[in-house]
């Protein structure tokens, strides 16, 4: 592996330890700067989450857009950097408020997986691209893993602990990547930046102008506001469905983190050799539909692990659609989609916690019309059947724009 790409993938994978780091230490952490109940604590813990994702849904864009005109060096450079210091100043914080700021600007940090995304885009052959995006997942997936671990192992030393691990951690990354990474963008494919195209919506209405883009973007949308179901609802399921203590419900995350990885990073590419991206998409919806309605219904929680590597075949499809999409836009504008595609799963992620916490809420309390805590999933299976509908719908073109 290329050290550029080590550092790529490096990146991201820091970037999606980002929110995982801080859950161990959160409780204690809020009541240590603001005091109060666990439950005040929990609705602080709500609000640095939900700033961290809008930050990235807004930000995306811009930094992809940023890259398009100044290169991916310098970006992915300065932002590791600032990450760094970000770290530090949780690290310190003595107060909600330097919380709260400090997770609004991780969240704009965190928004460089567009332009990592858009230099593995660069740097690859059109028909590579689909495999090498799903090294990207994996490594988002590796972080999903080890941000929960690493942040539960560090806070026996501490609240502060984890955070000053993850500025090490960034800076080293930015040390690492001063000396390896080249830019990736030519001359020729430098193009102004625009406010315009920059921002999420006007990002995501330009592309959604292309011929057959609109379609495939919100296919990639509603993936991830199904996918974002077992964030959002998998510890208040498990407990209520097995009676799970934290620490089997930390393995269980672990396990899906791992098994993501491993299709991502692996799997895929068997499954573009041999079925190519559309038929890659195709199957990945199958599996996903499968494992949301199994686990919608299952009871035991020895089944709900089984049935992991099930609903973990659906990781395949991201990177496919990314691959797919990237065919479609111009080599100056990979920025641009990257951004355009990290704003959307970023505001999947700022929607589906709500719709599916709702949504649990209302068919696991006691006044349920119909007694079902599965019934998350059941919709997750619902959006990934429209997506695939849409999909399957879709006008097919391959035609590259200059």
Not at 292 to 313: D, I, K, N, Q, V
Request: with cysteine; aromatic share 10%.
């Amino acid at each position: 592996m290329r050290p550029a790409v080590l550092f790529i993938l490096l990146t991201v994978m820091i970037d999606a330890m980002g929110i995982g780091l801080m859950i161990p230490v959160m409780p204690d952490l809020i009541q240590e700067v603001h005091g109060g109940t666990l439950a005040q604590a929990a609705l602080w813990g709500g609000i640095l989450s939900t700033s961290f994702a809008v930050m990235q849904f807004l930000f995306g864009p811009v930094l992809g857009g940023l890259s398009d005109r100044f290169g991916r060096r310098p970006i992915l450079l300065i932002s590791t950097l600032v990450m760094a210091a970000d770290y530090v100043v949780l690290a310190v914080a003595g107060s909600v408020w330097l919380l709260l700021a400090g997770r609004i600007v991780g969240g704009i940090t965190a928004a460089t997986q567009s332009t990592a995304a858009a230099y593995m885009a660069d740097i690859s052959a059109p028909e590579k691209r689909a495999a090498n995006f799903g090294l990207i997942g994996a490594s988002f997936g590796a972080g999903f893993v080890l941000g929960p671990l690493i942040g539960g192992f560090l806070a026996e030393f501490g609240t502060r602990a984890p955070f000053w691990a993850a500025a090490v951690l960034s800076a080293c990354n930015a040390a690492l990547g001063y000396f390896v990474l080249r830019e990736s963008v030519k001359d020729e494919n430098r193009r102004p930046f625009s406010l315009s195209r920059a921002n999420p919506f006007g990002a995501l209405k330009h592309l959604g102008r292309l011929p057959g883009v609109k379609q495939l973007l919100l296919v990639y949308f509603l993936y991830h506001v199904a996918f974002a179901v077992y964030p959002s609802v998998w510890p208040y399921f498990a407990v209520e469905r097995f009676e799970w203590e934290p620490r089997m419900i930390g393995v269980s995350l672990a396990f899906f983190g791992v098994v993501m990885a491993l299709v991502q990073a692996g799997l895929i590419r068997v499954a573009l050799r041999f079925i190519g991206e559309r038929g890659t998409v195709v199957a990945g919806h199958l599996f996903a539909i499968a494992g949301y309605c199994a686990l919608s219904l299952t009871t035991s929680g020895w089944m709900a692990l089984m049935l992991t590597p099930l609903a973990a075949l659906g990781g395949v499809i991201a990177p496919a659609l990314q691959g797919i999409m990237s065919q479609r836009v111009a080599d100056n504008a990979q920025g641009e989609l990257q951004g355009a595609l990290t704003s959307a799963g970023s505001l999947a992620m700022i929607l589906s916690p709500l719709v599916m916490t709702a949504t649990f809420s209302r068919f696991a309390s006691e006044g349920a019309p119909v007694y079902l805590p599965g019934a998350p999933f059941l919709l997750a299976m619902g959006l990934a059947l429209l997506a695939l509908v849409l999909f399957l719908l879709r006008p097919r073109r391959r035609s590259t724009p200059s």
